[in-house]
């Protein structure tokens, strides 16, 4: 793994990676040594890996929870080449639109080809990580990913045992409900973010994934407004989530 | 009103009144003066005003939030005579029951009786606790009551204006949808509480009565369990619910 220099501010440290082909951002508190819980942050869908709300969220849990955070680019977002055919796909899938056709089972389709590539970026530069003092030294390990995130993290959650905790939210079964067969199988504590009045995700099929995590420990958090209006409050909720069950 | 004398224990100083016929338990820290939030607690089905989990609640808001807090037995409840046909009423709904007959729409109707009873005695009490030290002094007025609690809170926050935030849940529309109807009046934050398989509320008529209120702040958690079993950290968050609407 290639560490760039680590650039401080408010002391939090901010330290671009890459590893491979995969492109990512580290934040810790700015000379903190020994073990403390490290969050992937799984960013939504036309994001990357510094997108506005996700640095907010990283620089958050470093300041408010003392936590370390990591971001990387999806398949195809960020700094990471656009796949051929990637165009033409979302050109398809305006072109169905703007004629009446349903798209949903298809956009589902294409988030699940992307989570199952994403999903062993995501474990390989965990690998790499763990360890880092600028990444929690080995400190438990949880997620927070919402939309396009949820679609990702869910199957990431149910490959890699090192996440102890996970914040999804905004997503349905998935295709042919892959995303909730993913969810059943997990055992760790979730809490879940729905809008009630979202107009990408249905009101039920958010209710469907939820229902479906295998968690014990499962809560929802649902508010009014549309997809991208998650209020503030709702990271804070996050925040002691996290702090709840990673340690502070 | 008669007020007893207040006994104090850990810092949280409590004390019996009686307004006419509604006996009732004030709570706040010892010694307290000056402006400080006032929570009416309103008490489940079965239960009376120093009920164990009602009793835990309130001794929590004083100590940790500062606020005071207020309970009354509801009609029939706790030491109020138990009104005659009472015992009558729910053979028959056990009798009936045990026939395979639904009941639901039989107790919804009772409860909405006994809401309509209870309005006022809330509201007379709020008039004579007004601006007593032990009672808050007059600073902003909160409410917290599931279940039962919420079936009389609804319509008591819907006809009282004093009545700045509130949490509820643990119920459905009402009968012929009077519930609902009385959530629509709303518009103050509220915070609702699911579980997410209760035995008694159907889960669709839990969410039908979150939809129905008319306050843009309003917040949904859900959890798994049965209809008593709301784990306790949703204590922690009504605090801070209650104290981020009503100040500290």
Not at 49 to 54: E, I, Q, S, T, Y
Not at 114 to 128: E, G, N, S
Not at 157 to 165: C, F, V
Request: with cysteine; proline share 8%.
């Amino acid at each position: 793994m290639r560490l760039r220099t680590a650039t401080t501010s408010d002391g939090i440290s901010e330290q671009d990676f890459s590893l491979d082909d995969v492109p990512g951002v580290l934040w810790s508190p700015a000379g903190a040594t020994g073990p403390r819980p490290l969050i992937l942050l799984g960013h939504g869908g036309g994001q990357h890996k510094r997108g506005p709300g996700l640095v907010n969220r990283a620089r958050r849990l470093v300041a408010r929870c003392g936590f370390a955070a990591a971001s990387i680019d999806m398949p195809g977002s960020g700094d990471r080449p656009r796949p051929p055919g990637e165009d033409r796909f979302w050109d398809e899938v305006r072109t169905r639109r703007a004629q009446g056709e349903a798209v949903a089972d298809q956009v589902a389709e294409h988030f699940g080809e992307l989570a199952a590539r994403a999903v062993p970026d995501w474990k390989a530069v965990l690998d790499a990580l763990t360890g880092l003092e600028a990444a929690g030294a080995g400190g438990p390990v949880g997620y927070w990913g919402v939309s396009l995130g949820t679609m990702i993290g869910v199957p990431l959650a149910a490959a890699e045992p090192r996440i102890e905790a996970s914040v999804f939210g905004l997503a349905g079964p998935g295709y042919r409900g892959a995303l909730a067969g993913a969810a059943a199988q997990l055992r760790i504590p979730v809490e879940f973010l729905l809008q009630w009045d979202d107009e990408l995700i249905p009101r039920d099929d958010a209710l469907a994934l939820f229902a479906a995590f295998g968690s014990p420990d499962k809560t929802l958090h649902a508010n009014p407004g549309r997809h991208h209006d998650v209020p503030e409050f709702e990271l804070d909720n996050s925040e002691r989530f996290l702090t709840r069950h990673l340690g502070s």
